[in-house]
């Protein structure tokens, strides 16, 4: 990115509460981070830590009690509910539950034609788009006139992910995407998702929990605890050498093959626990 180019989404001095304004609790305390174009950013953090969270802000799903939110140059904090279905086009997301955000009623068909319909998108060009986005997470075309329950977790997952790519936009929120599938069926769809990004450019802010997935797709990687972020970074380095304490306790965390380096790694993982209580 040159010295003159702006990131695609700036994220400043993010506040989001919780709970009734008599009583609020803080979610988020003033977070900054920005996604530059064709760029993937990892969100990582435990749960509770605030990375969903912002995801949701960014979507407009979650009220933003302080800070700005910018995405392509525009002011999008507090869109309003018009300006976020003209976002749409730009800005979509794949959730973790890949059969709870597909509609079990509609076919593959009609799920992946249903927001070129929303945009105006004529039938023939969106018959086209649909067939493309299909070979493009490779699925064959007859699954068209199927229904969700008919495809494993990890086809189900192509189907949203095709779905979200479908009116090309720029931005997708991959919120724990892999987390639901097996390790085998994980690797499968992390593939996917770099081939797509080096293929069309789009970019992804990708909440995880786990340092081992976003070290495979992420560029960068911002660390979350307690609402706050601790540590912004390359991804190597973040994810293999942190300099938080926290981050370092997310790596000690992640299993490894090897039984006696994961003994090993679950005494370190416990002292500085231990280290972290007692401060």
């Known amino acids: 990115m040159s010295a003159t180019d702006k990131p695609l989404l700036e994220v400043s001095d993010l506040v ?23 760029e993937c950013l990892g969100l990582v953090g435990e749960s509770g830590s605030g990375k969903s ?9 979650v009220p933003v009690a302080g800070g700005r939110i910018s995405f392509d140059g ?15 086009a730009d800005i979509q997301v794949v959730f973790q539950d890949p059969y709870g955000s597909l509609d079990p009623l509609m076919t ?14 004529g039938r023939r060009e969106a018959k086209a788009a649909v067939a493309e986005m299909l070979d493009r997470v490779e699925l064959p075309s007859h699954v068209l006139d199927r229904y969700p329950s008919e495809f494993s ?12 790519l479908v009116r090309r936009p720029k931005l997708i929120i991959c919120d724990e995407p892999v987390s639901a599938l097996d390790l085998t069926t994980q690797a499968t769809i992390l593939d996917l998702l770099i081939e797509l990004q ?34 912004t970074g390359d991804g190597e380095q973040v994810t293999r050498a942190p300099e938080h304490p926290y981050s370092t306790r997310l790596l000690m965390a992640s299993p490894v ?15 500085l626990r231990q280290e972290q209580a007692a401060v």
């Open 153 to 164: 977790g990890g086809q189900r997952q192509r189907i949203a992910i095709a779905r979200a």
């Open 16 to 38: 989001v509460d919780y709970g009734t304004r008599r009583k609020p609790v803080r979610v988020l305390h003033e977070v900054s981070l920005t996604v530059n174009a064709g």
């Open 198 to 231: 080096r293929d069309t450019g789009v970019s992804y802010l990708f909440v995880s929990h786990d340092l081992g997935v976003v070290r495979r797709v992420c560029h960068r990687v911002a660390v979350m605890y307690r609402g706050n972020l601790v540590e």
């Open 74 to 88: 525009r002011d999008i904090t507090h869109a309003k509910r018009r300006e976020r279905r003209e976002l749409a």
């Open 108 to 121: 593959v068909g009609d799920i992946l034609a249903e927001p070129l319909a929303t945009a105006g998108t």
């Open 53 to 61: 969270t912002l995801g949701k802000a960014v979507l407009g799903l």
């Open 257 to 271: 093959a090897d039984p006696v380096g994961q003994a090993e790694r679950r005494r370190a993982w416990l002292e």
